[in-house]
């Protein structure tokens, strides 16, 4: 009986020089010198940019908006929705959306455009800081430094909100501790009095239209009591005539109709005024802003840690690197060879432009 010859295994040229476990252990222990000292560069270089970077300070505000003052001016929040170029229906504002609005709005160009305006004074100085200058906006005109500042400003400033208890938490970051705290302080204030003109102008307008509309019903209504009167006087009995009663019935309802209408617009009114002059903010603050003592960044034992990864994993590859240029070198792996040729092919290019550019 014949057996069927075993067939052998063939390995590549290639193969011979696949990295393993073992040799990659051997390889590291052999150049463990050239990465220690590429690493104690990295480090080098870490503490350098830690202890030299700029320091940056954060100041945080929180606030909450009061969910009475909410639901009872859903108006005057579509103002302020409108106004920052958001479009949300009436009857979807509450709650989270509400928040939401806010968020957007601290934003909107309308707010940080105040805020590059405003004169700021923080604690602890004594100057009054303005951030054109103090972010060297610079542009030929004011609207091209606003631009300037407003981008500046959207990169130091950070919005966050909580879902759960729809509480935002506006971030400052600057160099200056106490210029942080006092832009993060106005940038709420801001916020609040925006909403505030935002309420008030709808109440003004919705109070003047309702003069204008009561002002209309009351001329119906004494148009109706005009007729109501002149059929009285010509009909001084009509308890036998069905025709007139019916006429006077319906004298009746409409001046009924037309006083109910006008009790309602003037109820309405009453309130509109209110709203107009109500002062009330409806942004409560629970956290202030203060001028942090500790900076933010530079977080040096990050960079370091940043740096020593980043040196570690150059030296590997590196090494990595070295170790298969030489062992392809050596056993003539064919794609070793292309890219030789490739490379010669590179340089051959090189100088052919450098010998073409010189005069």
């Known amino acids: 009986m014949s057996h069927a010859p075993i067939p052998s295994i063939v390995r590549s040229a290639e193969a011979e020089y696949d990295v393993g476990l073992l040799p990659v252990a051997t390889l590291v222990a052999r150049r ?18 830690a202890f030299l970077a700029p320091k940056r300070y954060k100041a945080s505000a929180s606030f909450i908006v009061a969910q009475s003052q909410v639901s009872g001016s859903l108006g005057g929040l579509s103002a302020l929705a409108s106004r920052f170029g958001a479009s949300l229906p009436i009857p979807s504002l509450g709650g989270d959306n509400t928040a939401r609005l806010f968020q957007a709005a601290l934003g909107s160009r309308e707010v940080q455009d105040a805020v590059l305006d405003t004169g700021l004074v923080g604690p602890n100085r004594a100057d009054t800081v303005h951030l054109l200058d103090w972010y060297d906006a610079t542009g030929d005109s004011h609207e091209e430094r606003l631009e300037e500042g407003r981008k500046t400003l959207k990169k130091r400033v950070d919005v966050s909100l909580d879902d759960r208890s729809g509480i935002l938490t506006v971030e400052v970051e600057d160099r200056d501790p106490a210029v942080a705290a006092a832009v993060a302080t106005t940038l709420v204030e801001v916020l609040n009095q925006f909403n505030l003109s935002a309420q008030q102008t709808t109440s003004r307008a919705t109070r003047i239209f309702l003069e204008h509309r009561l002002g209309e019903v009351q001329i119906q209504l004494a148009a109706a009591e005009d007729d109501m009167r002149l059929f009285l006087e010509r009909n001084r009995q ?16 409409r001046i009924d109709v037309q006083q109910q209408v006008y009790l309602d617009l003037a109820q309405q009114l009453e309130q509109a005024r209110s709203n107009e002059v109500r002062d009330t903010p409806v942004l409560t603050v629970i956290e202030h802003p203060v001028a942090p003592v500790r ?38 792996s064919p794609a070793w060879l292309q890219f030789r040729a490739e490379l010669e092919r590179l340089r051959g290019r090189l100088r052919v432009r450098r010998r073409s550019s010189e005069p």
């Open 32 to 49: 463990l010198p050239f990465i220690t000292r590429l690493v104690a560069f990295a480090v080098v270089l870490g503490l350098a940019h």
């Open 238 to 253: 009509v308890t036998g005539s069905p025709t007139l009663q019916l006429e006077q019935a319906r004298l009746q309802r």
């Open 295 to 332: 900076r933010s960044w530079p977080k040096r034992k990050l960079i370091l840690l940043a740096w020593g990864l980043a040196g570690v994993m150059v030296a590997l590859g590196w090494v990595g690197l070295e170790n298969w240029t030489t062992q392809a070198a050596a056993a003539g």
